[in-house]
Nanobody, 118 residues
Framework: VQLQASGGGFAQAGGFLRLACAAS????????MGWYRQVPGKQRELVAG???????NFLDSVKGRFTISRDDAKNTVYLQMNSLKPEDTGVYYC?????????????WGQGTLVTVSS
C-alpha cells in the first residue's frame, strides 16, 4: 500500500492549505486514516483522523479550523486547514490503519512540509 501526500507549502497566518493523501488501494479497505504532524524535538502527534464510518476526531488546537474528509471514489483523504497559525508548522504525514485481515497493519505516507509565517 502506498500513500501519496501532497498539498504542503507556505502560507501566512490566517491563510489556508489543503492536504491530500491518495491511497494506492481502495480506502474501503482502510479502517482509519489520519494526519499526523511532527516538529523538531517533539513526538509525532495526531492532528485529525477519520474512520471508515466517517467519524472524525481532532487535536484540540485545530478544532474549528481543520476538517478532514474522504473521497472514496478517488481513494483520497483530505485535510482542509483554515485560519492557519504559525504553530501549525510542521511535517504532516498520513497514516492508514487497515481493516482486519489485510496483509499489513498500518502504512505511512511520506511527509509534506507545511510552513506558516506570522
Amino acid at each position: 500500500v502506498q500513500l501519496q501526500a501532497s498539498g504542503g507549502g507556505f502560507a501566512q497566518a490566517g491563510g489556508f492549505l489543503r492536504l491530500a493523501c491518495a491511497a494506492s488501494i481502495s480506502i474501503s479497505r482502510i479502517n482509519l486514516m489520519g494526519w499526523y504532524r511532527q516538529v523538531p524535538g517533539k513526538q509525532r502527534e495526531l492532528v485529525a483522523g477519520i474512520s471508515s464510518s466517517g467519524s472524525t476526531n481532532f487535536l484540540d488546537s485545530v478544532k474549528g479550523r481543520f476538517t478532514i474528509s474522504r473521497d472514496d471514489a478517488k481513494n483520497t483523504v483530505y485535510l482542509q486547514m483554515n485560519s492557519l497559525k504559525p504553530e501549525d508548522t510542521g511535517v504532516y504525514y498520513c497514516r492508514a490503519v487497515m481493516l482486519p485481515g489485510f496483509p499489513g497493519v498500518e502504512y505511512w505516507g511520506q511527509g509534506t512540509l507545511v510552513t506558516v509565517s506570522s
